[in-house]
């Protein structure tokens, strides 16, 4: 059999709904990059789920230290690049696992002796997981069948319940630090719509000491003179800096506004795994 070099990776239908049954098994929801991961002998590739090549030479490592010939596993990335949550096993050592279910693929995975920065995902099994996700801040849990095949595509055998709601956004501006903060105050972010750059508002939480310091040098080099932003209201006048809205980032927040704007939004991350104009609002 053919060891695949790429192929599209199952991704989870979201659902407002919170259930539980013996026929379903739920596993925490990490913030981070899918990462699909490829390993023939010591050569190991590794894509986002739009099939960019990913560069993290400690998980690379990790990987490559396994015993098997041939490998492919699943899992999340997290965004500090320091753990690699690793939650299904689709190939190994000549053998398709992709039409196996969950729970003998699960079963699999289990024999592999993964260890740090490659972790499991937690299994939260149990009358109401998303309350656990909900106490203990998670993003939210994903639910999926016992008995499901790894699809190529977005499925209904697995969902995603989200506790907080997540979306790419893409820097359009920032403004100036105040008082003891340092490298930037607010970042100005965006989507787009058409051939249009809309506004989506402010994000000035989630960001330590580093990120300020280490993203105000990126943006200073994609200085613009005017704002990239074409459709907007409410944009701040003082103290504000127009850049080319290349970098993507992933922004935690309770809710749209009545008028287009984030709710209590907080920076997750930054993305690499994404291309700016790719970017929408999330329906």
């Not at 100036?176 to 000035?204: S, T």
Request: proline residues 6%.
């Amino acid at each position: 059999m053919t060891f695949p070099d790429w192929f599209v990776p199952m991704a989870a239908t979201l659902t407002q709904e919170r259930f539980a049954g013996p026929d379903w098994t739920f596993e925490r929801k990490y913030d981070g990059i899918r990462l699909i991961t490829f390993k023939r002998g010591l050569d190991v590739k590794q894509y986002s789920r739009n099939h960019l090549p990913q560069n993290v030479p400690a998980i690379a490592a990790a990987i490559a230290k396994l015993p098997h010939e041939e490998l492919i596993v699943d899992g999340e990335l997290s965004w500090d690049q320091r753990d690699y949550h690793v939650f299904d096993i689709l190939w190994r050592d000549g053998r398709d696992l992709r039409g196996l279910p969950l729970e003998a693929r699960r079963a699999e995975l289990a024999t592999l002796p993964l260890e740090h920065p490659l972790q499991r995902t937690e299994i939260v099994d149990g009358p109401e997981p998303w309350e656990r996700a909900r106490t203990e801040g998670w993003e939210g849990v994903i639910a999926k069948r016992r008995d499901s095949v790894y699809e190529h595509r977005r499925s209904r055998s697995w969902l995603k319940m989200k506790i907080e709601a997540s979306q790419e956004l893409v820097i359009g501006g920032f403004t100036d630090p105040q008082g003891k903060r340092v490298g930037l105050g607010a970042l100005l972010v965006g989507y787009y719509e058409g051939g249009d750059f809309l506004y989506a508002g402010k994000v000035g939480t989630g960001l330590d000491t580093k990120l300020l310091v280490d993203l105000r040098q990126r943006l200073d080099a994609l200085a613009l003179p005017q704002s990239p932003f074409t459709v907007a209201t409410d944009l701040p006048r003082l103290r504000v800096h127009w850049v080319r809205p290349e970098i993507v980032v992933q922004v935690g927040f309770m809710e749209w506004t009545g008028h287009g704007k984030l709710r209590h939004p907080r920076l997750i991350g930054i993305r690499a795994d994404k291309s700016a104009r790719d970017v929408t609002r999330e329906r």
